[in-house]
């Protein structure tokens, strides 16, 4: 139970504001002295301490119109037809001709005139009345419509003359508004005696503490349950936070990582990979070419010179260098990996790269044509596919994915080749993750790489997938504020 010490000053005010009536948040503001802002912060904590209720209500109320005012400026068109009949202008021709009214509002000025009974026709002429001077019930309502009113509490004959107007253009406007009434519980009331009382300090000072003065003075509770305002600094995208946390992992397994461009060769990109000049892959259907560019091979004559002879020995075909030369965006991150184990030939190594990659396909709720792929190889004398298999369930340990299991598959550049399958639980089913496998001799041997290399890579869109429970891949960059705030930082 809330307690008057307890009570930061804001809510002090509040309180002793409303002890003797119900209020609105604006009237507080005057009451007490307190800026908007402060009153509507002290509302909210006093709300969630149980001390005020807060009671919604509709309110019709009626503001004059732009005519309204007008006439409430130069009078009614049939005030202003009156006035002129008594300076002599008796026909509807002179009236006009006196710029008293417009021709627009004849119809309705000759008919008020006569509803009120200010004016008469005699011989065909109009003449006033000695009601004339008499105010109409129309011009007494406008007068007193100064700021605005509510509609529940006019009376019958007002709310008539309300019903007129209001067939009138612009002569009266009716807006709904919310109003909301602040009200003190019995809680809040049985803390209005002590309201008074000495107020405890609220803040520990450097001089309190220094000369000891802390010891003889009364802080006041400080209340750590007190809803606090939600707050959205600036973050990094959580997929970029899947990327470092996979980075971490890599390195925590002794892996070093590696880079390198997106623009690639075709030689890199498929065919030092054992990819046929004629595979299906490398139409533009699948692959994204530098329109009519050509650039010369990075790789040495001996690389190139062995990479055809095993095209042409395996694939029984002729090996094209011009088909070699043409400029790719990259469709994985394996010609980057490649790149790096032609150039140092390690004995023993350990490497990984997360990257973009780019494929030709249409855009559905499991693909991309960009996306990121992350790569790991492991090069070493004796190793073996159990080796691989290892190395993936611990990476997928490391990323909390505890159900994992292994199937046959094929790749054009491993054998033997495997496809990692992982539970996901959320959808009770186990689905594709990593493909992996054994980089082929027909791969190696024309690079000088003399051990098995074990490589596996896949998107890591899929991962984030699978963290965050999406089921559309496009959600990921889809930049919606309310769901890129509500994804923790951290997650357990």
Known sequence: MSSAPALHPIERSILKALANSDSSADSLVASTGLSIDQVRRGVEWLKFKNLILISESSILKAYLGSE???????????????????????????ILASGAIKNEEVNAAIAGARRNHWIQLVEGKMAATALAEKQSAEETFLANLKNWRDLSKMTDGERRIFEQLKKRPNYIEVKEEKESRISITDAGRVLIPTLDEEQAVRRLTTEMITSGKWKQTKFSALDVEAPAPTVYPGRRHPLVDIIEEVKEIFVGLG??????????????????????????????????????????????????????????????????????????????????????????????????????????????????????????????????????????KEFYAKMGIKKVKFWPTFFPYTEPSLQSMVYNERLEKWVELFGMGIFRPEVTEPLGIKNPVLAWGGGLERIAMLRFGLNDVRELYGNRLAWLRSVPRCQL
């Not at 309204?68 to 002179?94: D, W, Y």
């Not at 709720?365 to 596919?385: D, I, M």
């Open 255 to 392: 892996f070093s990582e590696i880079d390198g461009p997106m623009v690639q060769s075709g030689f890199w990109n498929f065919d030092a990979l054992f990819t046929p000049q004629d595979h299906p892959a490398r139409e533009i259907q699948d692959t994204f070419y530098i329109s009519g560019q050509r650039l010369p091979i990075p790789a040495t004559s001996e690389q190139k010179r062995k990479v055809a002879e095993v095209h042409k020995k395996r694939w029984n075909s002729k090996w094209d260098i011009k088909e070699a030369e043409r400029i790719v965006l990259r469709t994985h991150t394996t010609p980057v990996t490649l790149q790096h184990l032609a150039t140092i030939k390690p004995e023993v190594g350990r490497y990984f790269s997360v990257g973009r990659v780019f494929r030709n396909e249409k855009e559905s709720y499991k693909h991309l044509v960009e996306f990121h792929q992350v790569e790991g190889v492991a090069t070493a004398s004796g190793a073996s596919l159990r080796d691989l298999m290892g190395l993936q």
């Open 68 to 94: 309204g005012s007008a006439a409430i400026a130069n009078g009614l068109p049939e005030r202003r037809l009156v006035n002129s009949v008594k300076e002599g202008n008796t026909t509807i021709g002179e």
